[in-house]
């Protein structure tokens, strides 16, 4: 019985004074393991006299329950003391100012063509969306297209094979709408386009443009006019007028191009107008007879305009950035001015 006494003695004394979790599970295995020195001495009991045999297996269950409670009594502690200096390291100081999370914001062309959208729509223009890869006839061959206009050249347009090109204009959304679609309507489209050009201030490879064409009974010029006026009064405030100056397109018969009184000198003159008081803005004009009548839209009966113009052209008239590839650059400390 001695020998078990001594075991349960140094047992508790080990135990009661372990420093950490690892240390007390060594000491648990090393008492209550399976090859522990309570397993040893039962394995001894056999070799006793038979009279000793009952009480000393009584006394190694004893120890071993009184083992096995202070082994968890101390874990528990133990696992206290952790947790609480777990907290400690893990603690935040809730006075400290908080970090602002990083937030996405609306690139400036996106908020032009959303500008450009709300003011078409309120205008009683439907939006429609184009594919950037397009037909040749698309393209060129519905918009009245000579076979050797130069633009179909290869350094004016990205041919993908014989017949797909990347759209050079957004102008090429007419023939799906004159496919499906029975006059009367107006339709709008916001898109990019591409044109083999090298890239400088004032031209890129890609860009956007936004276009728009009514087709109606009586359409004339004069409603051209109106529309593109109160347009331009919806972008750029109400003391803008239009001036139309003739101009050749294939798709529109007559043709002109577009300008506004200039917005930073009010048409007096300017080094941003060129002293001229006027700002060009894009092409319009009347629908030309020939694509009414491919589409079989009786010409005498039905007319239309259209109009188009750079998207890229408004925020640097808006904001007076001098060159076009800052919107592309990618540089927040350029974006970030319009947010």
Same mark, same amino acid.
């Not at 039905?302 to 650059?329: C, K, N, W």
């Given at each position: ?219 004339? @010029? ?93 925020? @640097? ?23």
């Amino acid at each position: 019985m001695a020998k078990i006494d001594e075991i349960a003695a140094s047992a508790k004394q080990r135990i009661s004074a372990a420093g950490s979790t690892a240390e007390l599970d060594a000491l648990e295995t090393e008492y209550l393991g399976r090859k522990g020195a309570l397993s040893e001495f039962l394995k001894g009991i056999g070799r006793l006299a038979p009279e000793e045999r009952k009480d000393a297996g009584q006394r190694t269950n004893q120890v071993k329950g009184e083992l096995e409670a202070l082994v968890a009594v101390k874990r528990a502690g133990l696992s206290s003391g952790d947790r609480a200096a777990q907290l400690e390291r893990e603690k935040v100081d809730i006075t400290l100012p908080a970090i602002r999370p990083q937030h996405g914001l609306q690139h400036v062309l996106t908020n032009t063509a959303d500008q450009i959208a709300a003011a078409l729509i309120g205008l009683g223009f439907e939006r429609w969306e184009g594919p950037e890869l397009e037909h040749y006839k698309y393209n060129f061959g519905a918009l009245n297209y000579p076979d050797e206009h130069p633009a179909m050249d290869d350094q004016d347009t990205f041919w993908v094979d014989d017949e797909h090109v990347l759209r050079t204009q957004t102008t090429a959304f007419q023939g799906h709408i004159f496919e499906t679609r029975k006059p009367p309507f107006r339709i709008f489209t916001i898109g990019r386009c591409f044109r083999h050009e090298a890239v400088d201030r004032t031209h890129s490879h890609t860009f956007h443009q936004v276009d728009a064409f009514m087709v109606d009974e009586g359409v004339s @010029m004069a409603h051209l006019k109106g529309t593109l006026g109160q347009f331009a009064r919806l972008m750029f405030g109400d003391a803008v007028q239009v001036r139309f100056r003739p101009d050749f397109f294939p798709f529109v018969e007559p043709g002109v191009d577009y300008a506004i009184t200039c917005i930073f000198c009010g048409g007096s003159g300017c080094p941003v107008c060129k002293k001229s008081g006027w700002i060009e803005l894009g092409g319009a004009g009347l629908v030309h007879p020939n694509i009414l009548e491919s589409y079989g839209i009786d010409a005498k009966r039905y007319s239309g305009f259209a109009f188009g113009l750079g998207v890229e052209r408004i925020p @640097m008239l808006q904001y007076r950035v001098d060159d076009l590839r800052h919107f592309t650059e990618n540089d927040l400390r350029f974006l970030k001015q319009f947010t």
